[in-house]
């Protein structure tokens, strides 16, 4: 069944980092959420096993499932890698996937991280994609594909080995496009090349792209004054040929209201636009940051209950605008909330295991420590 890119829409609603009250996910403000994306005509919601602990998947359900027809809503979720053992724990966590989420069939399903080593070595053992064939032929899964975190290369052979993927979801940001880790640029041409479906995720870089320095935000103001920073991000990824759809990981009211305004009309990058993209891109690559994208793979297993994505945010402010004093204060927030700090990671390695953007996280919570232990 191929997929029309003409009848998706243009802003997915990710659910990876969805608004929280006391510690659960807050499902009132998940409704009324949804209910605005769904009254712009947008529909397509996108969870995994692993979001929120797994609550994401029970949240489709509160939210969704129970509230609207099933036919007026498209649904993705997808099969975690490092959640399986041997071939059982497929239909195990799949059909625990239909029952968590209210539904007996997936509109899209994605075999999550492929990567270069364990995820794609996992996958391959355990024959995960003819058994997501099967699934699709039994009509379980109407479309079939993969998230992919991997290098260009290995995307290559996956395809080539497995030319039954329907679509493939990547990260890409007018941030990473030349990242050598990322290769957002390189996988997009790969994509382009054979004419393969794309869903972007981390278009604006974890929130990266959204609140840039004093100086890189005055240019795009001086542009479009009542334009968000982060819907410059989201034109540049939604200027390119192919894609399919846009995962926004909206986890505010404001944030949902932003990102519909700039996909209800969407106005592709002009020329100039594009070059001040690439202006604002190069000055502010000119500072080092930390690549994190605040996925949060990496706190479930941390035994020190290091915050380590919030770590690096502050980190990352100290370099961007040279000023200490509140990212200071958040970190020590961080800390009298009961987390652990960068000096007592015990170096086991957990994090590093699970980081999409293959950080080396050990050694940059070394340094984190230096600049935020006093």
């Not at 799949?94 to 270069?116: A, I, K, M, P, T």
């Not at 594909?145 to 395809?159: D, I, Q, T, W």
């Amino acid at each position: 069944m191929s997929i029309d890119l003409n009848k998706m829409p243009k802003l997915g609603f990710g659910m990876m980092r969805l608004p929280q009250k006391d510690g659960a996910i807050d499902i009132d403000r998940v409704c009324e959420m949804a209910d605005a994306y769904m009254s712009a005509g947008m529909n397509y919601f996108d969870t995994a096993y692993v979001y929120h602990g797994g609550m994401s998947e029970r949240a489709i359900k509160e939210a969704i499932s129970k509230r609207y027809p099933r036919e007026s809503f498209m649904l993705a979720t997808k099969l975690p890698a490092w959640c399986m053992r041997n071939k059982d724990d497929r239909d195990r966590i799949f059909n625990e996937q239909l029952e968590r989420c209210g539904v007996d069939y997936f509109d899209f399903y994605l075999l999550h991280s492929v990567e270069d080593g364990n995820n794609g070595d996992t996958y391959e053992r355990l024959d995960c994609y003819n058994w997501g064939l099967e699934k699709q032929a039994a009509g379980k899964i109407r479309h079939f594909g993969l998230s992919f975190h991997g290098s260009p290369a290995y995307l290559e052979k996956v395809l080539d080995a497995h030319p039954e993927m329907e679509f493939v979801q990547i990260q890409l940001n007018y941030a990473d496009w030349e990242n050598p880790v990322v290769c957002s640029g390189a996988l997009y041409k790969i994509l382009s090349a054979r004419n393969i479906p794309m869903i972007i995720m981390e278009p604006v870089k974890g929130g990266t792209l959204a609140s840039l320095r004093p100086d890189l935000e005055a240019k795009f103001k001086a542009v479009r004054p009542d334009a968000s920073v982060a819907s410059w991000a989201f034109r540049f990824v939604g200027s390119l040929p192919g894609i399919m759809t846009i995962l926004s990981g909206m986890s505010t009211e404001d944030q949902m209201q932003d990102n519909v305004q700039t996909f209800r009309n969407f106005e592709p990058l002009s020329d100039q636009e594009l070059a001040l993209v690439q202006e604002v891109r190069d000055r502010m690559l000119d500072v080092p940051q930390i690549g994190c994208t605040s996925c949060r793979y990496c706190t479930d297993g941390c035994p020190m209950r290091i915050s380590i994505p919030d770590v690096f945010k502050s980190v990352n402010t100290i370099r961007l605008y040279n000023e200490q004093f509140r990212p200071q204060n958040f970190y020590n927030n961080l800390i009298s909330e009961g987390h652990g700090r960068a000096s007592e990671c015990i170096s086991c390695g957990q994090c590093e295991g699970v980081c999409p953007q293959h950080l080396p996280i050990i050694d940059l919570l070394k340094e984190a420590s230096e600049m935020l232990d006093h």
